[in-house]
T-cell receptor, first 112, second 113 residues
């Protein structure tokens, strides 16, 4: 069964600190993996996309990694800001191009 | 630029009442359209998707239905709501290319009482 798991379920950090969120997937065949940020009460917004051949990709203070062999991805946030408080969702698209499998998300709270 | 509108933002409905949620997309043609439901602590669940006018695929059997009367309009409906229909409903669109992301609306919080 295609699944996406994320850890931790929730995370609290102080402003300015770094953090890393984890995503493990069993989706096969694999097309790409995206990280989305979802603010409370809003729709998710795409942060970055990782394809099979990519290992690392950065988008400002966000850096995503992908290990296609172990089927793991991480999202690293550097120098966190209060506005980073949100849920971060890992989404994997299968190679047929239509089936998005969503992880349950990690709820990040950045405190002053 | 492309935008997606979803309304209403919140809705409180009694059990057994009908439902109609609407979603429209601007700035693109022939988008793929999706309805998702999000439960707390769980991943988004795909309810319906459409690749064209009048073409609806259902992923989960339930008392909800969807329609696409126009290219950029997607409607989620129910004739009689159940308590279990409460949740956060998200509409999304994307282009048909495999690297195209999902673009989400801001969701509708539905509470069935």
């Amino acid at each position: 069964k295609n699944q996406v798991e994320q850890s931790p379920q929730s995370l609290i950090i102080l402003e300015g600190k770094n953090c890393t969120l984890q995503c493990n997937y069993t989706v096969s065949p694999f097309s790409n993996l995206r990280w989305y940020k979802q603010d409370t009460g809003r729709g998710p917004v795409s942060l970055t996309i990782m394809t099979f051949s990519e290992n690392t990709k950065s988008n400002g203070r966000y850096t995503a990694t992908l290990d296609a062999d172990t089927k793991q991805s991480s999202l690293h946030i550097t120098a966190s800001q209060l506005s980073d408080s949100a849920s971060y969702i890992c989404v994997v698209l299968d190679n047929y191009g239509q089936n998005f499998v969503f992880g349950p998300g990690t709820r990040l709270s950045v405190l002053p | 630029s492309q935008t997606i509108h979803q309304w209403p933002a919140t809705l409180v409905q009694p059990v057994g009442s009908p439902l109609s949620l609407e979603c429209t997309v601007e700035g693109t043609s022939n988008p793929n359209l999706y309805w998702y439901r999000q439960a707390a602590g769980r991943g988004l669940q795909l309810l319906f998707y459409s690749v064209g006018i009048g073409q609806i695929s259902s992923e989960v059997p339930q008392n909800l239905s969807a329609s696409r009367p126009q290219d950029r309009q997607f409607i989620l409906s129910s004739k009689k709501l159940l308590l279990s229909d409460s949740g956060f409903y998200l509409c999304a669109w994307r282009l048909s290319s495999y690297n195209s992301p999902l673009h989400f609306g801001n969701g509708t919080r539905l509470t069935v009482t």
